[in-house]
């Protein structure tokens, strides 16, 4: 039976064309993407459909459940597989949301490209012809939301995107991919010992949770202006295991007493540590004072779990359990 993939686009580099003011912008549809790799794609029916033409710095959370809604649609409908083509920038984000608002068992697989289509060498063909390939495949059925890159494939939870213009950007410093694709074949060696857990997406939108940068010296500028008007949660982006300047820790335990206050590393790999460091300012003391540590995941990433969470009405024990996991 031919295996039928639909590919939405949402615009990135991938899609990207000349301005005549110069630089690229967001130009090419799903079907310009989809035709350039038409010479390889045979024995899979692939459908495209352009659902937003933007960079991704600019797409919204709302339009990212949009595009869960429609690929959910789209496997219903009896698609194999489904392709996400957008920008690199937040393809860590909305691969994750993807993931925590989708248990199909059918692949969702996030790619883009580094290059745009009028620069040497681009790598957008490549990387969506892999992308309908892990789609149409069996190997990569309930695996969760995956990102294709550079014949490499990513789980939505661990995928980085670690360097601003070389095409092995995508990274998973923490896990490593769990699979690739050589000579077409699709090769899943490795997958989640447990699903991601799955949210409804709210009708009211995701409460706003702030990601805070941790950075040494400090003057808590940000702090101060966020316990004067909090938010419904941050995340901390703190140095190393999950530590602070000593100064600013209980600016943080009372901001942790009044809303939820994720502690996150900026370290790029590794989780939050809970009990090695004892110094004012450490992970111990934070944890102490309210702070919740982040476990596997970046900072991020957990803004949106905890936005979701906090969206779904979760008490702090289980946003705990949540990060804990
Ligand atoms: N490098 C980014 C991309 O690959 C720039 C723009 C965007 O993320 O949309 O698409």
Known sequence: MTSKVQVFALGGTIAMAPRREGGVAPGLNGDDLVGAVAAWTGGIDVAAETLFSLPSASLTFAQVAQVAARARAAADAGASGIVVTQGTDTIEETAFLLDLLLDLDAPVVVTGAMRAPSQAGPDGPANL????????????RGAGVLVVFNDEIHTARFVAKRHTHKPSAFVSPLAGPIGW??????HVPLRPARPAPTFAWPAAGLPEVVLLAGPPDDGGRLVRALLADPPAGVVLQAMGAGHTPRHLAPLLGDLADRIPVVLASRAGAGQTLRQTYGFDGSEI??????????????APKARILLALLLADGADRARIVAAFDD
């Open 129 to 140: 012809l892999a992308a309908i390939q892990t789609a149409a495949s069996d190997e990569a």
């Open 181 to 186: 694709i050589a000579e077409g074949r699709v």
């Open 285 to 298: 003391d934070l944890t102490r004072r309210g702070l919740i540590p982040a476990g596997m995941l970046d």
